[in-house]
């Protein structure tokens, strides 16, 4: 999820903080049917850091800016997430 995607959730839920981390905690606190795994949340933020939650646990993971020539979009969406089942 972007950024602006986590700020806009964060404002519609009155969620006070602005902090990117802490948005994603509390994403991740939210009930879920499968209860034996904890939820992961990933907001990425352009070329700052990805940031991700498991449960409580939070991380940064560096992102290094590539020029455009070297991008080639071709589903449109910007950017894709899997996770596996």
């Known amino acids: 999820m972007p950024y602006s995607e986590a700020a806009a959730y964060a ?25 034996k795994k904890e939820r992961t949340v990933v907001f990425t933020q352009g070329t700052d850091p990805t940031i991700t939650v498991t449960g409580s646990e939070a991380a940064e993971y560096p992102v290094h800016a590539i020029s455009t020539d070297k991008i080639n979009d071709t589903n449109g969406a910007g950017y894709v997430t899997m996770f596996p089942h």
């Open 11 to 35: 404002e519609s839920h009155d969620i006070a903080s602005k902090d990117v981390k802490e948005i994603a905690k509390e994403i991740a606190k939210l009930p879920k049917k499968n209860s």
